[in-house]
């Protein structure tokens, strides 16, 4: 079961909750999707 959560703050992909798993992570209450919270992860290295 997949659940619409919201689109990506960077890229605009959908984000979907499965299972009560998040497919992203929610930042200060913006939603990333993994690719680009790896990215930010990246960048503040
Ligand atoms: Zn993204």
Known sequence: MEEVVGS???C???V????????GVNEH???KCFNCAEDSDK???
Not at 16 to 23: E, P
Request: aromatic fraction near 10%.
């Open 16 to 23: 979907y909750c499965m299972d009560g798993f998040l497919d």
């Open 8 to 10: 990506c703050q960077v």
């Open 43 to 45: 960048k503040e290295d």
């Open 12 to 14: 605009g992909k959908t």
């Open 29 to 31: 209450g913006k939603l």
